[in-house]
């Protein structure tokens, strides 16, 4: 299935987009896309259901906007350096273990919201990734087997990231990744029944309509079983829960001077194959 919230910003009604492409309303299925419905398997049945009898009500999609496809979600949890191609890029050894970074929830917004460009940012950056959504509380996993168990669906997600504020100003990456708007989310959840292999996707961004970035999750160091598996060691992962998976190469930091980083008007588009696209335009905060 293909879950989505759409409205107003705070005021979403949870959605599904059928597969003729169909919006339809959930309202009166359930109350939100959240993970209190990720984790109830007979509620997710009932949409299920409903959606394959034709019975939900049609959606008219003109003009309404798409807020982020899961809400009330506890935690952001991101995973640095971890494409093959990423660190060699940027010049960095690939890691031994996973590089773990939080990103505080209010910085999710819908996958075509402006994003703002910080004051006084010279080095805003761009990062399409693979979004993980936690479907069931995970505690101490044994493998990546039931790592990948634990995931309720996946989707696009936009690390944007402040490359002065996260290396050159002392302490840790937080303060260039948590910046109001950095890290639209969308534009659907994709239930992970829909997608065979989340290590045989590929991902675009392009900025102003150039292709900056044309990777795969194939190039993933840690792949999506493993980092789950990994975080259940250091912390519990609750549904609803996201989890950012790192970006290939092709980011603004890893180009030649001058480098190409992103200002006030710059319009960035991504996507994930079977994982919706994404367009923001960029403003001045």
């Known amino acids: 299935m293909k879950l989505l919230r759409v ?24 109350d939100n896309i959240d993970g209190a419905l990720l984790a109830d ?11 394959g009898s034709g019975e939900l009500p049609a959606l008219d999609a003109t003009g309404l906007r798409i ?3 899961v809400g009330r979600i506890g935690k952001v949890v991101c995973i640095g350096l971890n494409y093959h191609d990423h660190a060699r890029e940027t010049g960095a050894e690939p890691p031994a273990e996973p590089v773990l970074f939080l990103k505080a929830p209010d910085t999710v917004v819908g ?11 010279v080095k805003t950056d761009w990062e399409v990734e693979l979004a993980v959504v936690i479907g069931r509380t995970a505690r101490y996993l044994d493998s990546a087997e039931e790592g990948l168990a634990h995931v309720a669906g996946y989707a696009v997600a936009h690390d944007v990231s402040e490359r002065e504020f996260q290396i050159e100003r002392g302490g840790t990456w937080d303060k260039g990744k948590n910046c109001e708007t950095f890290n639209p989310l969308g534009p659907w959840l994709v239930t992970a029944d829909e997608i065979a292999d989340p290590q045989d996707l590929s991902m675009k961004l392009w900025v102003n309509g150039e292709l900056k970035q044309d990777g795969t999750t194939a190039e ?3 792949p999506v079983g493993e980092v789950v598996r990994y975080l ?7 549904p609803g829960d996201v989890v950012n998976t790192g970006t290939p190469a092709g980011v603004a930091m890893g180009a030649p001077e001058p480098k190409p980083y992103l200002r006030a008007g710059d319009v960035v588009e991504l996507e994930i194959a079977g994982l919706g696209r994404q367009r923001q335009e960029l403003k001045d905060a």
């Open 7 to 30: 409205g107003t910003a705070g005021a979403e009604r949870p959605a599904l987009l059928d597969a003729e492409g169909t919006l339809r309303d959930l309202s009166g299925l359930v």
């Open 220 to 222: 993933q160091i840690f």
């Open 232 to 238: 259940s060691h250091f912390m519990t992962l609750y």
């Open 111 to 121: 996958p075509n919201d402006t994003v703002l460009v910080p004051r006084g940012s």
């Open 67 to 69: 807020g982020p496809p």
């Open 41 to 51: 398997e007979e509620a997710l049945g009932r949409i299920r259901a409903a959606a």
